[in-house]
């Protein structure tokens, strides 16, 4: 794959991002609305968070409703290849529910009255609320907040529920607790992978719906993601 323009960094001038100690307002070169942030590149160049991953969120569902695929890497893989899904960003927080909300229904699970699209909209919507950095600034990635998405989605939970209440609360830990174990700095692309592991095992031994998974998962990101742990990555290979 060649490496494509802008993939990381800043989209208007590829320049590294800066990461600023306290939050300013920042006008968003796209929209021009402005915003409260901490990020900009060397250059000043500052993108909202819906400037910088919509056209992506696009790509996703266009995919996640056509596939026939059984295996949540394949299809997570084949999104990311598109050169609007960026290295790092807030996608990644919708990839993952969307991702496994196709797999899932491949493979059979159940979900309920719906269509995938209506219950790939909801997921939309609620993973959009999810921002940029989140992992970092709030201590909690929005990978494994997507696969909490997901599981509140087939469990039917919501804030006053028993059982599917603390259900979707525990997924998003087990996938937190796999996330910090690898450590930082964040890598979207890891994390995904790694909450999808969590999902595929979760599934088959709650929901008895088996996903498939590639014999190997590597990652072929290696070459946008300035910041790769390398070696230290279960996803590495050289
Ligand atoms: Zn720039
Ligand atoms: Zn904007």
């Keep these: 794959m060649q490496r494509q323009d802008h993939k990381f960094d800043c989209l208007i001038c590829g320049s590294p991002l800066v990461y600023k100690d306290g939050e300013e307002q920042m006008k968003c070169v796209i929209c021009g609305n402005t915003f409260s942030s901490n990020c900009a590149c060397e250059q000043g160049h500052y993108i909202c ?7 992506g969120m ?19 893989m084949k999104i990311m290849d598109d050169p ?3 290295m790092h960003g807030p996608e990644h927080h919708y990839l993952v529910p969307a991702v496994l909300l196709a797999a899932y ?17 909801v ?12 992992c970092g600034f709030w201590g909690c990635c929005g990978a494994a907040v997507g696969a909490g998405i997901f599981t509140s989605l087939i469990s039917g939970a919501t804030p006053l529920a028993e059982e599917s209440w603390g259900e979707c609360n525990a997924v998003t830990a087990k996938c937190l ?13 890891r994390d995904c992978f790694l909450a999808l592991a969590v999902m595929r095992k979760y599934l088959a031994e709650h929901y008895d719906v088996q996903l498939e998974k590639p014999e190997r ?9 300035r910041d790769c742990q390398e070696k230290k990555c279960p996803f590495y290979q050289v």
Excluded at 123 to 134: E, K, N, T
């Design 217 to 225: 998962i590597v990652c072929h990101y290696v070459q946008y993601n």
């Design 123 to 134: 997921a939309r919507l609620r993973a959009s609320q999810v921002p940029g950095g989140i």
């Design 105 to 121: 229904y491949n493979a059979g699970g159940r979900i309920g009255e719906r269509t995938l699209a209506d219950v790939v909209e």
């Design 84 to 86: 609007h899904i960026h």
């Design 177 to 189: 607790e796999l996330i910090a174990k690898g450590g930082g700095p964040r890598c979207c692309k």
């Design 58 to 76: 696009v790509v996703i569902t266009a995919e996640v409703l056509r596939t026939q695929s059984k295996d949540p890497f394949a299809i997570a």
């Design 49 to 55: 968070d819906k400037c910088h991953s919509q056209p």
